[in-house]
């Protein structure tokens, strides 16, 4: 079972790098669309990924139309603060993509307004702008896998390795 992570020029060099770590621990894919906000070679983007970067399938895309492209085929979903539906609302296919924007602006209007039924977004307070991009990502990731019960990530029904 593997979903797929898009950030759309991302900024923050942490944020990705704690995202790579989320993929990593869910086998989950990693799409980068440039520009990035940082160098893949940051010491702050490795450091937040710790050791797991050799355990993540990341990609790189010149441009979000160009990973469209690529993956013509597939569900995207569109994370954002403006969408009228929660991400609880939506049944996430195996394979789908969860899209998330940068960290300052999120994902461009013109793309939320092509995709709008599309477009998810995490219920919060409304005094509060937006939660940090790697809790986003986890937040919905989590309900993806959960919507699938797991699979891949439980051995025979256990939710732990240990047998206590």
Known sequence: MSFNIVLVEPEIPQN??????????????????KPLGFSVDDRYLKRAGLDYWADVDVHYHDSFAKLREAYFDKHFFF???????AYTDIKYPEGCFLVFGKETAGLP????????????????????????LSNSVAVILFECLRQHEFKGLIEEGRLTRYDW
């Open 109 to 132: 209007e013109e793309l939320l307004r092509e995709n709008k039924e599309w477009c998810i977004r995490i219920p919060m307070k409304e005094s509060i702008r937006s939660l940090n």
């Open 79 to 85: 994370a954002t603060t403006k969408a009228p539906k």
């Open 16 to 33: 990705t790098g704690n995202i790579a770590r989320t993929c990593a621990a869910t086998g989950s894919t990693l799409h980068l669309v």
